[in-house]
Each structure stands twice: as structure tokens, then as C-alpha cells.
């Protein structure tokens, strides 16, 4: 008994070691980012993995915040997020809600539809959406970044899969009382669709931040460049002079924060989220 | 028609008058996604097709009167003409199949373990192991790979760290040199037979089509493996906690040990999660563009070129929109022919005579239908 408990212990042990050593790797980027963000360009070529700083310099952060184009850049991802978060959360919900419980003609076809669009790579429709902005009139507009964006065929999945989940005695009591199709989706069945509606908020927030392809094809203006647009083109080194690293990197820091502050808002439903969202 | 319409009702209540006007509601809630799939969706798909088939300049719309139809001319173009187009179409395809043949298995492989070990019940600190294996997949394909092209510098971290154990790193991102080559190289065999080296397909010979990926595209391979390993590791942990632990049990009483149970018990119940996974993967390692752009460019020597990058290039940075689109087509073309090809391997099939001989004894549960 005693030597089975050893040999348990020690599997622990190595267990514990192997994961911690994993975690390590996964974080370790990212302490560097953050530690290379404060460093001089000196200190962070001859230093790169050293997490504390020879000198600490906000250097990097001065010139983002007070002379570049950054916070243009984070005004306009801030804009765009905000309205293509809303817009999904409404359209997606709204369609879900009708191709889950409303009975209509049709309705077969349409969420075909919608399942075989999910089908189509992003990355094929880079030109087709640019000659369908450019021949609407939207090119190189906030419009044109937006309205392609509003509407997501795996939110209007989600949705209609946790409409499903409901019962529908309670619609029904509202329709005996005389609502309409409108009001019983507004008032009653919406609020009571908040979990599925932050997972929504959470990948539409996460995805329009993140987007890049669709920005690229969809503007050219410099005041139309996204996070996502001006960080790509500091990499590239099309803004600056040398390799500026701690500048990059502190570029690269502030864009990923808002995202990771809403992951570390909503962890726990994040984490469990695939769980519905995946079943075949 | 009116069977047609009430045909999914559930319940056999009458409720025609509670459900009057409901067509009409259906197709008003349903519009918006409808009008936005089918402008920015269905539309400039069948644009595009029209393009991949025209020598449309990128001037004035491609309906134009000027705007001629050139028939598979385009296609011609990057697959059999053998000029410079077709060795860029081949280069970039022979780019992206090594890193689908070296990122989809990686990250299965690895995100299945990190899931098999954070989901024990006894482990203490899951929340905090999952979190860390996690984030990366939440960040931005453009941060990580801004974070990246630091890390992988010629005089960066992963260099630093490799210099302690006495090795001399690659300056990553600067390498066109093909991995397997290097290999061979390594034993003296820097050229390859004639009959590999004087034949080809799409432009480049087979001895290069067998280099294996560049080191700089080894260096974007690591990121992906990193970037996703976590989003798949969630599925396999949603799969997991689904699986009933009597089957498992059972094995356990039979005398299986921890290493038998996960291949011949565990693995076989993971099956459908196993091909989610593998799907999303091959899909997208085949669309592999935002760190490409952000990143290489395509650098150096077209070895990370990838067919997604080269029709964004051959289209809005060459204004040769003909043939960036009927790239566009043929990455389409395979990318649905990987997962319909992966879902016929991993089909349900019926258990073989051989196979089922071994279940006779206890013809337990699900996975062995």
C-alpha cells in the first residue's frame, strides 16, 4: 500500500513539473512583450529574454500615444468593434429567434442557407468583397468596414441552437395575452437569452477587434486604419526606421488588452463556451 | 404547400390563430442576415467567379462594356503555362501543404494532451493551467505575430535561450533554406537525383516541392501550433467531461492500464471532436494570411508565400485581379476537397469482422458501433 502511494506521489509530482513547465512556455512570450515594451532599443537587442529592464523608458508608449497615428488607429477599432458588436448581437439573435420558433414558408431553405455560407472560407472572399464595396459606393468608408461585418451566419447558429433550449410555454402566454411576434421577441424572449447573447458579444468583440483581412480590402485612407491595419504595417517596417521592438511590441501590448480584459471578465464562460457551440 | 409549411411543428395543438402573421414575421426577422449573406456573400462569390474568367484590370466595374471574357486563360496562367505565375501558384501550394502537413498533426496531437491533462479531477490549479494554454488563442494573429518576428530575431529570445545549451540558432525569419534539405545536408546530400531535380510540377522540380518548409516558415509554424493549441484543447476538454466514465471503468476493472484505456476506450469516444478538430485545422492552416502580411510578405525567397497571400497580392498589389481570383477559387476548391476527403477517412464505419471478434466477450457500450 505504502509503495503504490509513492509511486502515486511521484506521478504527481511529474505531473505538476510537466504542467508548469508547459504554462511557462504559453506565458513566457508574453512577460517578455511586456518587459521589451519598457526597454530601450539597446537594452531590449542585447537583453531579449531578461524580464527586468536595464533603464525602464516609457519611450515606446510616449511615441505611440503622443506622436503617431495609435490612438487615430485605436479610435476607429473602438468604433467599429462597437457597432459590429451591436449589430450582430441584434440580427443574429433576431434571425436565430425566427428559424428556431416561428413557423413560415421557407424557413428550411434559409437556415440551409446559412449553414452552407458558414461553409465558405474568409480568405476566397478577400477580392469578392472588395468588388462588391467598390461597386456599392462603400470603398474606403466606415460603412464599407461595418456592414459586411454586421452579420455573422455561426452567431445566427448559436442563437438559434439556445432558442431551441427553451421552453415555449412561456412565448405562448405572452401570445395568448395578445403580443405580437416583435414584442414577444423583444420583451420576453430576448432577456431571457443572456447567456447565449454575451458568448455572441464576446466572439463578435473578440473578432471584429482581430480582424484584419476584411479591413485591408475594404479601405486605403490613413484615417480609416485600424489597430490591427497600422500594427501590421509597423511590423512590416513601413512606418519606422530600424527594428524599434519596444516600440512594436508596446503597439502589439495595448492591442491585445482589451481583448484579454474581456477574456479575464468573462473566463469562466469563455472556457465553457465550445461546449454548445461545437456539438455535430 | 401548407403540409410543407407546418411540417416541424412539434406539438399537434391547433394554434393557427396565436400563429397568424408569422410568415411575415419569419421573413422580416430573417432579412437582414439574408440581405448582408447574400450582398457581401453570394453576390461578390458569382462576381468574382466572372472575374477569374475576364482580364478585368481592376478600372471601372468588371460588367463594363471594355471588360472581355478569356475563358480558363487565367487558370491557365497559374497552373500549366510555366511562366513565373504558375512557379509563384506552385511555390506557394508546395509553402502551405507543409505547413498543414506539420500543423495540423502538431496541434491535434499537442492540444489533445494539454487536454487529457488539465481535465483530471484531482488536479488542483486547472482553471489557471487552461487559462495560461488559452490566452495566446485570444490575442490577435497580428500581436502574436508582432510578438514573433521579436522573439525569433536573429539576436532574439529563442536564439538567446538555444545559445545556452550550445546551439546556434537560424536567423529565423531571414532563412530561405528548406528544413528536410538542411537534414540531408547535414549528411552530406545537398542535390537531389535528376529524376527528382529535372522534373517538376507547377513550375518547381520535385527535389524543391520535398524541401520541406524554410526555416522562416518553421518559425510561423511554431506560432500557429502555439495560437490554436488552446482553442482545440477546450474542445477535447468539452469532449472529455461528455464521455460517461462507466465505459472506462469497466476497461479499468478489465486490468487496461492508463495507456491502453486512452488509446482503445478514450481515444475511439473522442472521434467526432477528433474530426471537428482536425477540420477547423486543415481549413484553416489553408487560409493562412494576416501573419504572412503582418509578418514576411512572403519573404524570404517566396518560402512563405501561401496561395491566400499570393491572390491578395496578384490582385491588389499585381492589379492582375483575373488570376488573384481564380486563385482564390482553386484554394476554395481545396479546401473543400481536404474536409469532404476527411470526412470520408473518418467516416463511421462498420467494425470489421477482425475487429469485432475482439469486442465479442463484452459488447459494451457506443464506441464500438
Same mark, same amino acid.
Given at each position: 500500500?505504502?509503495?503504490?502511494?509513492?509511486?502515486?506521489?511521484?506521478?504527481?509530482?511529474a505531473?505538476?513539473?510537466?504542467?508548469? /513547465?508547459? +504554462?511557462?512556455?504559453?506565458?513566457? %512570450?508574453?512577460?517578455?512583450? @511586456?518587459?521589451?515594451?519598457?526597454k530601450? &532599443?539597446?537594452? *531590449?537587442?542585447?537583453?531579449p529574454?531578461?524580464?527586468?529592464?536595464?533603464?525602464?523608458?516609457?519611450?515606446?508608449y510616449?511615441?505611440?500615444?503622443?506622436?503617431?497615428?495609435?490612438?487615430?488607429?485605436?479610435a476607429?477599432?473602438?468604433?467599429?468593434?462597437?457597432?459590429?458588436?451591436?449589430?450582430?448581437?441584434f440580427?443574429?439573435?433576431?434571425?436565430?429567434?425566427?428559424?428556431?420558433r416561428?413557423?413560415?414558408?421557407?424557413?428550411?431553405?434559409?437556415?440551409?442557407?446559412?449553414?452552407?455560407?458558414?461553409? /465558405?472560407? +474568409?480568405?476566397?472572399?478577400?477580392? %469578392?468583397?472588395?468588388?462588391v @464595396?467598390?461597386?456599392?459606393?462603400m470603398? &474606403?468608408?466606415? *460603412?464599407?468596414?461595418?456592414?459586411?461585418l454586421?452579420v455573422?451566419a455561426?452567431?445566427?447558429?448559436i442563437?438559434?441552437?439556445?432558442?431551441?433550449?427553451?421552453?415555449?410555454?412561456v412565448?405562448?402566454?405572452?401570445?395568448?395575452?395578445?403580443?405580437?411576434?416583435?414584442?414577444?421577441?423583444?420583451?420576453v424572449?430576448?432577456?431571457?437569452?443572456?447567456?447565449?447573447?454575451?458568448?455572441?458579444?464576446?466572439l463578435?468583440?473578440?473578432?471584429?477587434?482581430?480582424?484584419?483581412?476584411?479591413?485591408?480590402?475594404?479601405?486605403?485612407?490613413?484615417?480609416?486604419?485600424?489597430?490591427?491595419?497600422g500594427?501590421?504595417?509597423?511590423?512590416?517596417?513601413?512606418?519606422?526606421?530600424?527594428?524599434?521592438?519596444?516600440?512594436k511590441?508596446?503597439?502589439?501590448?495595448?492591442?491585445?488588452?482589451?481583448?484579454a480584459v474581456?477574456?479575464?471578465?468573462?473566463?469562466?464562460?469563455?472556457?465553457?463556451?465550445?461546449?454548445?457551440?461545437?456539438?455535430? | 404547400?401548407?403540409?410543407?409549411?407546418?411540417?416541424?411543428?412539434?406539438?399537434?395543438?391547433?394554434?393557427?390563430?396565436?400563429?397568424r402573421?408569422?410568415?411575415?414575421?419569419?421573413?422580416?426577422?430573417?432579412?437582414?442576415?439574408?440581405?448582408?449573406?447574400?450582398?457581401?456573400?453570394?453576390?461578390?462569390?458569382?462576381?468574382?467567379?466572372?472575374?477569374?474568367?475576364?482580364?478585368?484590370?481592376?478600372?471601372?466595374s468588371?460588367?463594363?462594356?471594355?471588360?472581355?471574357?478569356?475563358?480558363?486563360?487565367?487558370?491557365?496562367?497559374i497552373?500549366?503555362?510555366?511562366?513565373?505565375?504558375?512557379?509563384?501558384?506552385g511555390?506557394s501550394?508546395?509553402?502551405?501543404?507543409?505547413?498543414?502537413?506539420l500543423?495540423?498533426?502538431?496541434?491535434?496531437?499537442?492540444?489533445?494532451?494539454?487536454?487529457?491533462?488539465?481535465?483530471?479531477?484531482?488536479?488542483?490549479?486547472?482553471?489557471?493551467f487552461?487559462?495560461?494554454?488559452?490566452?495566446?488563442?485570444?490575442?490577435?494573429?497580428?500581436?502574436?505575430?508582432?510578438l514573433?518576428?521579436f522573439?525569433?530575431?536573429a539576436?532574439?529570445?529563442?536564439?538567446?535561450?538555444?545559445?545556452?545549451?550550445?546551439?546556434?540558432?537560424?536567423?529565423?525569419?531571414?532563412?530561405p533554406?528548406?528544413?528536410?534539405?538542411?537534414?540531408?545536408?547535414?549528411?552530406?546530400?545537398?542535390?537531389?537525383?535528376?529524376?527528382?531535380?529535372?522534373?517538376?510540377?507547377?513550375?518547381?522540380?520535385f527535389?524543391?516541392w520535398?524541401?520541406?518548409?524554410?526555416?522562416?516558415?518553421?518559425?510561423?509554424?511554431?506560432?500557429?501550433?502555439?495560437?490554436?493549441?488552446?482553442?482545440?484543447?477546450?474542445?477535447?476538454?468539452?469532449?472529455?467531461?461528455?464521455?460517461?466514465?462507466?465505459?472506462?471503468?469497466?476497461?479499468?476493472?478489465?486490468?487496461?492500464n492508463?495507456?491502453?484505456?486512452?488509446?482503445?476506450?478514450?481515444?475511439?469516444?473522442?472521434?467526432?471532436?477528433?474530426?471537428?478538430?482536425?477540420?477547423?485545422?486543415?481549413?484553416?492552416?489553408?487560409?493562412?494570411?494576416d501573419?504572412?502580411?503582418?509578418?514576411?510578405?512572403?519573404?524570404?525567397g517566396?518560402?512563405?508565400?501561401?496561395?491566400?497571400?499570393?491572390?491578395?497580392?496578384s490582385?491588389?498589389?499585381?492589379?492582375?485581379?483575373?488570376?488573384?481570383?481564380?486563385?482564390a477559387?482553386?484554394?476554395?476548391?481545396?479546401?473543400?476537397?481536404?474536409?469532404?476527403?476527411?470526412?470520408?477517412?473518418?467516416?463511421?464505419?462498420?467494425?470489421?469482422?477482425?475487429?469485432?471478434?475482439?469486442?465479442?466477450?463484452?459488447?459494451?457500450?457506443?464506441?464500438?458501433?
Amino acid at each position: 500500500m505504502r509503495r503504490w502511494r509513492s509511486r502515486t506521489v511521484t506521478w504527481q509530482i511529474a505531473l505538476y513539473a510537466l504542467l508548469i /513547465v508547459l +504554462a511557462l512556455i504559453y506565458i513566457s %512570450p508574453f512577460l517578455i512583450q @511586456i518587459s521589451t515594451s519598457f526597454k530601450t &532599443d539597446a537594452d *531590449a537587442a542585447s537583453n531579449p529574454v531578461s524580464l527586468i529592464p536595464q533603464t525602464w523608458s516609457a519611450a515606446a508608449y510616449e511615441r505611440l500615444f503622443l506622436r503617431s497615428d495609435f490612438p487615430l488607429w485605436f479610435a476607429n477599432s473602438a468604433v467599429v468593434t462597437i457597432c459590429v458588436t451591436l449589430g450582430r448581437v441584434f440580427f443574429c439573435s433576431l434571425a436565430g429567434y425566427a428559424l428556431a420558433r416561428l413557423q413560415f414558408r421557407g424557413r428550411g431553405v434559409i437556415f440551409a442557407g446559412v449553414v452552407a455560407v458558414m461553409a /465558405v472560407p +474568409a480568405v476566397v472572399l478577400l477580392i %469578392p468583397k472588395f468588388l462588391v @464595396i467598390n461597386q456599392l459606393g462603400m470603398y &474606403d468608408s466606415y *460603412a464599407g468596414m461595418i456592414v459586411p461585418l454586421l452579420v455573422d451566419a455561426a452567431g445566427v447558429f448559436i442563437m438559434k441552437n439556445f432558442f431551441e433550449s427553451i421552453p415555449v410555454s412561456v412565448e405562448e402566454q405572452a401570445r395568448i395575452d395578445g403580443a405580437g411576434s416583435f414584442r414577444v421577441f423583444w420583451s420576453v424572449v430576448l432577456p431571457m437569452a443572456r447567456p447565449a447573447l454575451i458568448t455572441i458579444i464576446i466572439l463578435s468583440f473578440q473578432g471584429s477587434w482581430n480582424e484584419l483581412a476584411h479591413f485591408i480590402v475594404s479601405t486605403q485612407s490613413p484615417e480609416l486604419t485600424t489597430l490591427t491595419k497600422g500594427v501590421a504595417r509597423l511590423a512590416s517596417g513601413q512606418l519606422s526606421q530600424g527594428t524599434q521592438y519596444p516600440l512594436k511590441l508596446a503597439a502589439a501590448l495595448i492591442m491585445t488588452i482589451p481583448v484579454a480584459v474581456l477574456f479575464f471578465i468573462f473566463q469562466r464562460r469563455i472556457m465553457n463556451a465550445s461546449e454548445g457551440a461545437v456539438k455535430e | 404547400m401548407t403540409a410543407l409549411a407546418t411540417a416541424p411543428r412539434r406539438d399537434r395543438r391547433p394554434r393557427s390563430g396565436l400563429r397568424r402573421g408569422e410568415t411575415l414575421a419569419g421573413w422580416v426577422f430573417t432579412l437582414p442576415v439574408l440581405v448582408i449573406l447574400g450582398v457581401f456573400l453570394l453576390v461578390p462569390v458569382l462576381m468574382a467567379l466572372w472575374v477569374s474568367f475576364s482580364d478585368w484590370s481592376g478600372r471601372g466595374s468588371p460588367f463594363a462594356p471594355g471588360v472581355g471574357f478569356v475563358g480558363l486563360e487565367n487558370y491557365a496562367a497559374i497552373t500549366t503555362d510555366g511562366g513565373l505565375p504558375t512557379r509563384d501558384f506552385g511555390t506557394s501550394l508546395r509553402n502551405n501543404a507543409w505547413y498543414v502537413l506539420l500543423v495540423v498533426p502538431l496541434q491535434t496531437a499537442l492540444s489533445l494532451f494539454l487536454a487529457v491533462l488539465v481535465n483530471r479531477a484531482v488536479l488542483r490549479g486547472r482553471g489557471v493551467f487552461r487559462t495560461a494554454f488559452y490566452f495566446p488563442s485570444v490575442t490577435s494573429s497580428v500581436a502574436i505575430t508582432v510578438l514573433w518576428l521579436f522573439l525569433f530575431s536573429a539576436t532574439g529570445a529563442v536564439n538567446e535561450i538555444l545559445s545556452w545549451v550550445g546551439i546556434n540558432g537560424p536567423n529565423w525569419f531571414n532563412d530561405p533554406t528548406g528544413i528536410v534539405h538542411n537534414f540531408l545536408g547535414a549528411f552530406g546530400v545537398t542535390s537531389g537525383p535528376d529524376a527528382l531535380t529535372e522534373n517538376g510540377f507547377l513550375g518547381v522540380t520535385f527535389w524543391n516541392w520535398l524541401a520541406g518548409p524554410s526555416v522562416a516558415m518553421t518559425a510561423l509554424i511554431f506560432m500557429a501550433v502555439f495560437t490554436t493549441s488552446g482553442t482545440f484543447m477546450l474542445l477535447f476538454i468539452a469532449a472529455l467531461q461528455n464521455l460517461g466514465g462507466d465505459v472506462e471503468e469497466a476497461a479499468m476493472m478489465d486490468g487496461a492500464n492508463a495507456w491502453k484505456r486512452f488509446w482503445k476506450v478514450t481515444l475511439p469516444q473522442l472521434r467526432p471532436t477528433l474530426f471537428t478538430v482536425l477540420t477547423l485545422g486543415l481549413i484553416g492552416c489553408w487560409q493562412v494570411f494576416d501573419q504572412i502580411y503582418t509578418g514576411t510578405q512572403g519573404a524570404p525567397g517566396k518560402t512563405t508565400v501561401t496561395p491566400a497571400y499570393l491572390s491578395y497580392s496578384s490582385a491588389f498589389l499585381g492589379q492582375d485581379w483575373g488570376q488573384g481570383a481564380a486563385i482564390a477559387f482553386i484554394l476554395f476548391a481545396i479546401i473543400v476537397f481536404f474536409t469532404i476527403f476527411q470526412r470520408w477517412v473518418l467516416r463511421e464505419r462498420p467494425v470489421s469482422r477482425r475487429r469485432a471478434r475482439q469486442y465479442e466477450v463484452r459488447p459494451t457500450g457506443r464506441s464500438m458501433r
